[in-house]
Nanobody
Framework: QVQLVESGGGLVQPGGSLRLSCAASGTIFNIKNMEWYRQAPGKQRELVGSITSSGSTNYADSVKGRFTISRDNTRNTVYLQMNSLKPEDTAVYYC??????????????WGQGTQVTVSS
């Protein structure tokens, strides 16, 4: 079985920073793309950004220049460094990973979500 466990959320003042982590565990042969999503109350889940297995990244326009995605393949972990946080960044943040569990089978797995609240 594969699990994604997120950590690092919390309450931060506007202009502050947080670093989210998402660690994958279980039967993992290879992790391909890893992505971060967020969902604010009353809104649809949106893609924040993504990182390929080789480290190429893409970001939503709303977070470009403020958020950075990285990964540590030795730890099967993806990170989301969030700087210059704004109240509109308040949401539950989810990670998603495309994981090859061997024998040519690859599936998308989701973390449980972690709350980020930006407020003074």
């Amino acid at each position: 079985q594969v699990q994604l466990v997120e950590s690092g959320g919390g309450l931060v003042q506007p202009g502050g920073s947080l670093r989210l982590s998402c660690a994958a565990s279980g039967t993992i042969f290879n992790i391909k793309n890893m992505e971060w999503y967020r969902q604010a109350p009353g809104k649809q889940r949106e893609l924040v950004g993504s990182i390929t297995s080789s480290g190429s990244t893409n970001y939503a326009d709303s977070v470009k220049g403020r958020f950075t995605i990285s990964r540590d393949n030795t730890r099967n972990t993806v990170y989301l460094q969030m700087n210059s946080l704004k109240p509109e960044d308040t949401a539950v943040y989810y990670c998603k990973a495309e994981i090859d569990i061997g024998l040519g089978y690859a599936y998308d797995y989701w973390g449980q979500g972690t709350q980020v609240t930006v407020s003074s």
